[in-house]
């Protein structure tokens, strides 16, 4: 069923993740024909998610917000428990694993966040902020050599030397992401979550972090899981497309794949959507009408019949299995 | 003087006076509209875009003030109008799309009060005409069940669809002008495609002139007849929108083109600009741009650049533009 399995960092299959909400009994209760019923309200955020990362490449979650795109990176590092599916880190079924059965396997995985204001201490100093993890995790036991080792990081990413004894307030916004990239780095790991790691950076920015980003995997040969909500950005920086669509990957495959024959309905208007340097794209194409429904009541059938121009009453009824449209290249279509 | 010409701003100057020092956010910018046209103001987070945009309704705050300049209206310098011929002229001849879709509706008022709000305050009309222009603005930016929508709160309605409303209450008194703050931002890209298009269509059929602020050059290109493109609060280079992305003459235009991932673009690698965006209480001397300019000489750190025009409507602040027509 699969290749060698050393070649795969991550392996996730048919991962589930839903929230209760409603905080108290009177939010659940509604009335249906005249009784009085509790009804016990679910987000159906990750609903049966499956792909596969290889060591060495870029595998990039795509979709717009509320798809589930970072409930399911959070989940496959176990930031949150998994309440279905199985999650394999390098061979190993870390699905059940307790807090303390991770802590080994934490230095094995980092995560670049959004917001790098927030990710950062704001009462550390930047070198503790990247020598902490180094110490923690016993990559050096040695104070001295541990503060060398981090700033040598922080100098790879952009930082420099006298600079790592400010706090992260007296940073810019794109500095402070290459602070969280040199955390990442500090205990050399094999896999990178990045979410969204550009989103809140200017444009002029965004483009000094992505190369910086495919410069150091290029160097140190780790894997990332990429979680984006613009193509644009993530055809420049990854191998490998899941486009998700309410907790589900709707298409997956290779980059150039998906952006040269895209197949689901919803991939090509995502496509469709985007606005272009050349201009006059919009003109032409007629944008997909609706907003993604509420994951509290999920759609019978196809998640995205409601918008789908092509919908047919089969779309209605069940949800599509995934079928292969050429090499390394699924989607959960009725159509093909 | 030319009847077409919808606003013409020379000179502005708007300054922040903190404790810290004068933040320049607009300084000297000029630039006009004609009526019916899209003009487009981009530029990153700092380059003064957003309060160039409210310096034009004179919604600037303390510690900001404009020091200088005109924004000449309809042949009325606003900057020497009292307060109260502002406030009859905000949403009526001029209104302001805002961001966020979220905070910028009352979240206590239904969405019909919200809307009939700017018609009792701009226009005469009895409360059944009133009534049915709110049910016909509603349909016309496109929200299904008018008539029962406008019972709504805003929260009962999402993102896209609020945008949608905020867009029907500038629209309320068919104004000359509306002005449009990063309208899309705060939206996912299928609903951002439905909004831009919205907009378009409805400056057309409306012949509203429309100034579209955003950071994004691939809005400002399938939207704008015209562009300007805004750094450390000068305007560094306008044109029309297709000349400028073609043929950029400013070195941040052409250093913002190439950092872009364009979805259409094959190149392995982005461009990005060096550097980042200075200090606004250090500026350089000279052209603000020159510390993150690759083509920078010794006068461009010495003297502040001139406004040249290289071409027809085309202005750079540059001594040494990339682009010149023949």
């Known amino acids: 069923m699969k290749g060698a399995p050393e070649n795969i960092v991550l392996e996730v299959t048919d991962l589930q993740q839903y929230f209760r909400v409603g905080k108290g009994i009177l939010d659940e209760l509604t009335w249906k024909k005249g009784r009085l019923y509790r009804e016990k309200l679910w987000v159906h955020a990750v609903n049966g998610v499956s792909f596969k990362i290889k060591k060495g490449t870029v595998y990039s979650l795509v979709g717009e917000s509320g798809c589930g795109k970072s409930t399911t990176a959070r989940t496959v590092i176990k930031l949150l428990d998994p309440k279905g599916g199985r999650i394999l880190f390098q061979g190993v079924d870390i699905t059940h694993y307790t807090k303390k059965q991770m802590l080994p396997l934490r230095k094995q995985m980092q995560m670049i966040f959004q917001d790098p204001y927030a990710s950062l201490n704001p009462r550390s100093q930047v070198i503790e902020i990247v020598r902490n993890p180094i110490l923690f995790h016993g990559i050096e036991t040695n104070k001295q050599q541990a503060t060398e080792l981090a700033i040598e990081l922080l100098r790879k990413v952009g930082i420099r030397p006298e600079q790592a004894s400010r706090y992260p307030h007296q940073f810019s916004g794109g500095q402070q992401q290459r602070i969280g990239i040199a955390r990442a780095l500090s205990v050399h790991p094999q896999f990178i979550i990045a979410d969204e790691p550009v989103s809140a950076l200017d444009v002029s920015i965004q483009a000094q972090i992505l190369n910086l980003m495919m410069d150091l995997q290029r160097e ?30 709707v298409e997956n495959g290779k980059k150039e794949h998906i952006f040269s024959d895209p197949k689901h309905p919803y991939t090509i208007a995502l496509l469709n959507s985007i606005p272009r340097l050349s201009g006059k794209n919009l003109d032409h194409v007629q944008p997909i009408q609706g907003e993604i429904p509420s994951p509290l009541h999920l759609p019978k059938g196809c998640h995205f019949h409601e918008r789908c121009p092509f919908a047919r009453e089969v779309c209605r009824e069940v949800y599509p299995e995934e079928r292969s449209v050429g090499t390394e290249h699924t989607v959960c279509c009725h159509l093909y | 003087m030319n009847e077409d010409l919808l606003l013409d701003v020379r000179n502005l100057q708007t300054y922040f006076y903190t404790p810290k020092g004068v933040v320049k956010a607009v300084d000297r910018v000029s630039f006009n509209l004609h009526r019916g046209e899209v003009l487009g103001i981009v530029g990153e987070s700092g380059g003064g875009k957003s309060v160039t945009g409210f310096s034009l309704l004179r919604l600037i705050e303390y510690p900001g003030r404009i020091v200088g300049g005109e924004v000449i209206f309809k042949g009325v310098d606003l900057l020497k109008k009292s307060e109260q011929y502002m406030r009859s002229l905000r949403g009526k001849e001029i209104s302001m799309v805002f961001q ?227």
């Open chain 1, 220 to 249: 140190f040969g780790f894997s990332y899981l990429f979680i984006a909500h613009n193509l644009a950005v993530v055809k420049h920086a990854s191998d490998y497309l899941g486009i998700m669509y309410l907790g589900k990957i």
């Open chain 2, 100 to 326: 966020d879709p979220m905070t910028s509706l009352n979240p206590v008022y239904t969405v019909g009060n919200q809307l009939e709000e700017s018609l009792i305050l701009h226009q005469d009309l009895t409360k059944e005409q009133r009534k049915r222009r709110c049910i016909e603005l509603l349909t016309m930016v496109g929200i299904p069940n008018p008539e029962k929508r406008l019972k709504d709160y805003p929260h009962q309605f999402s993102g896209g669809m609020r945008q949608r409303v905020i867009i029907a209450i500038a629209l309320a008194s068919k104004p000359d002008l509306i002005i449009a703050d990063e309208p899309t931002t705060a939206l996912d890209v299928t609903i951002q495609a439905q909004i831009l298009k919205l907009m378009k269509k409805l400056s057309e059929e409306t012949g509203s002139a429309l100034i579209l602020i955003t950071h994004d050059l691939a809005v400002i290109s399938e939207l704008t007849d015209r562009v300007n493109v805004m750094y450390c609060g000068n305007l560094v280079e306008t044109g029309h929108t297709k000349a400028v992305i073609q043929n950029p003459a400013h070195p941040y235009t052409e250093g913002l083109l190439r950092s872009i991932p364009d979805i259409a673009d094959t190149k392995p690698r982005l461009e990005p600009i060096p550097g980042i965006v200075p200090n606004m209480y250090e500026l350089p001397q000279g052209c603000k741009f020159s510390d993150r300019c690759k083509y920078c000489q010794s006068v461009c750190r010495e003297q502040e650049p001139p406004l040249l025009e290289v071409g027809r409507g085309r202005k750079v602040l540059c001594f040494f533009p990339l682009w010149k027509e023949e």
